[in-house]
Nanobody, 120 residues
């Protein structure tokens, strides 16, 4: 079973940038029935929300609150996903998770999460 490990979280001032990385323990190509790859976040006391989607064709989409500030990407040669976050705001503070969503949700693969804290 492929596992995902995130890194790159931390404390940053408002307006700053962070780059999150998500490394797979195995090859993306070894994972069957991928629906899409994604980044989610969960703020304290709130539900987990979808932030960015990387489709199987490489196209990306974003939730409105991060459009123009966040950029998601994948590197199939390195088996990594990334989330470049610019112009960070205090409301971006959350635990960020990478995920590989499968056609059968019970087979989804999640990272352990990485904390991002933006101070005002």
């Amino acid at each position: 079973q492929v596992q995902l490990v995130e890194s790159g979280g931390g404390l940053v001032q408002e307006g700053g940038s962070l780059r999150l990385s998500c490394a797979a323990s195995g090859s993306f190509s070894s994972i069957s029935a991928i629906a899409f790859m994604a980044w989610y976040r969960q703020a304290p006391g709130k539900r987990r929300h979808l932030v960015a989607v990387i489709s199987t064709d490489g196209s990306t989409s974003y939730t409105d609150s991060v459009k123009g500030r966040f950029t998601a990407s994948r590197d199939d040669a390195e088996n990594t996903m990334s989330l470049q976050m610019n112009s960070l705001k205090p409301e971006d503070t959350a635990v960020y998770y990478c995920a590989i969503k499968r056609r059968m949700p019970e087979n989804d693969i999640w990272g352990q999460g990485t904390q991002v804290t933006v101070s005002s």
